[in-house]
């Protein structure tokens, strides 16, 4: 269902502005919207992995997931494995959603900081 993209530079057609997307073994974050909600997933971390024919790939295994409510504009946050994902973007898209943006950067650690267990 998901196509990896090969061009650096895209237009969508329901988007009217020019997204640029870094190639990230075709895997993008994306915003995906429904009727109820938007959900956005950011990578959380960017690792590069030594690769036999390309030499160096870039690769993404978590997400950081923020969904915001359409009806009172409540925004819950989670992190996912690269592999639940591309399941829930398969899912959401089978079941009606529509890809809205591509997110290429980090979310702004002001809006969503992890936290971290100090013992």
Same mark, same amino acid.
């Given at each position: 269902?998901?196509?990896?993209?090969?061009?650096?530079?895209?237009?969508?057609?329901?988007?009217?502005?020019?997204?640029?997307?870094?190639?990230?073994?075709?895997?993008?974050?994306?915003?995906?919207?429904?009727?109820?909600?938007?959900?956005?997933?950011?990578?959380?971390?960017?690792?590069?992995?030594?690769?036999?024919?390309k030499?160096?790939?870039?690769?993404?295994k978590?997400?950081n997931?923020?969904?915001?409510? &359409?009806?009172? $504009? %409540?925004?819950?946050?989670?992190?996912? #494995?690269?592999?639940?994902? @591309?399941? =829930?973007? !398969?899912?959401? &898209?089978?079941? $009606? %959603?529509?890809?809205?943006?591509?997110? #290429?950067?980090?979310?702004? @650690?002001? =809006?969503? !900081?992890?936290?971290?267990?100090? $013992?």
């Open positions: 269902m998901l196509v990896p993209v090969r061009k650096v530079s895209t237009i969508l057609a329901h988007c009217p502005k020019t997204v640029y997307i870094k190639r990230v073994k075709g895997i993008h974050p994306m915003q995906i919207s429904n009727s109820i909600c938007v959900v956005d997933f950011f990578p959380e971390a960017f690792i590069a992995e030594s690769d036999e024919v030499g160096m790939k870039v690769v993404v978590r997400f997931k923020r969904v915001t409510f &359409i009806d009172n $504009g %409540a925004k819950s946050y989670s992190t996912v #494995t690269a592999l639940t994902a @591309r399941n =829930e973007w !398969a899912e959401r &898209i089978a079941s $009606g %959603a529509t890809v809205t943006d591509y997110h #290429t950067d980090k979310m702004p @650690r002001s =809006e969503y !900081a992890p936290m971290a267990c100090v $013992g």
